[in-house]
T-cell receptor, first 116, second 118 residues
Framework: GAGVSQSPRYKVAKRGQDVALRCDPI?????LFWYQQALGQGPEFLTY????????KSGLPSDRFFAERPEGSVSTLKIQRTQQEDSAVYLC??????????????FGEGSWLTVV | AQKITQTQPGMFVQEKEAVTLDCTYD???????LFWYKQPSSGEMIFLIY??????QNATEGRYSLNFQKARKSANLVISASQLGDSAMYFC???????????????FGQGTELSVKP
């Protein structure tokens, strides 16, 4: 597709359930980012991939959060044993190159996670 | 540490008028990029405009322009001739430089909700 595609768009999970969120970046984009956006807040960085290498995972809030991009294209963000504070929109973004200059970061529409 | 501050939680503007959304930033880096994104209620972050720290000219993209004042560390977004479809959240963001393949992520402000009145 032309843009960053995320699925599912909406997910309701029971507390303690594991969830997996998928991101399909723009074709050919080397860099992939995951962000978490709580209601009424700006997005907060979670993790960054360059191709299949996870170069920065400093924003992952706990070891319940895990991300992978095994073939350097599609990425999955997994949250184990979800808790209510995990409720947020999870935004995926991709960029053509490694983060230099005007290489615009394009975002998907997000996966809205609600933990009940 | 880098920080982006947007001091206007909400703004109103009359249709067809211009509006300025404020953004100040804090960084010790010499090389950085500044972005503005629009986020409608659907949730997607839509890229609007980019300003590089070494760019001498203020960036413009159609009805959007960026008033970049490097000494004051401000990067205000100006929207001319507001339209009803401009009603959305607007985020200012700064991209940190890449060093040895680390970095390059965007740091966002808290956002400004713009409402355009007919």
């Amino acid at each position: 597709g032309a843009g960053v595609s995320q699925s599912p768009r909406y997910k309701v999970a029971k507390r303690g359930q594991d969830v997996a969120l998928r991101c399909d970046p723009i074709s050919g984009h080397v860099s992939l980012f995951w962000y978490q956006q709580a209601l009424g807040q700006g997005p907060e960085f979670l993790t960054y991939f360059q191709n299949e290498a996870q170069l920065d995972k400093s924003g992952l809030p706990s070891d319940r959060f895990f991300a992978e991009r095994p073939e350097g294209s599609v990425s999955t963000l997994k949250i184990q044993r979800t808790q209510q504070e995990d409720s947020a929109v999870y935004l995926c973004a991709s960029s053509l190159a490694g983060g230099e200059g005007k290489n615009t970061i394009y975002f998907g529409e997000g996966s809205w996670l609600t933990v009940v | 540490a880098q920080k982006i501050t947007q001091t206007q939680p909400g703004m109103f503007v009359q249709e067809k008028e211009a509006v300025t959304l404020d953004c100040t930033y804090d960084t010790s880096d010499q090389s950085y990029g500044l972005f503005w994104y629009k986020q409608p209620s659907s949730g997607e972050m839509i890229f609007l405009i980019y300003q590089g720290s070494y760019d001498e000219q203020n960036a413009t993209e159609g009805r959007y322009s960026l008033n970049f004042q490097k000494a004051r560390k401000s990067a205000n977004l100006v929207i001319s001739a507001s339209q009803l479809g401009d009603s959305a959240m607007y985020f200012c963001a700064m991209r940190e430089p890449m060093i040895y393949n680390q970095g390059g992520k965007l740091i966002f402000g808290q956002g400004t909700e713009l409402s355009v009145k007919p």
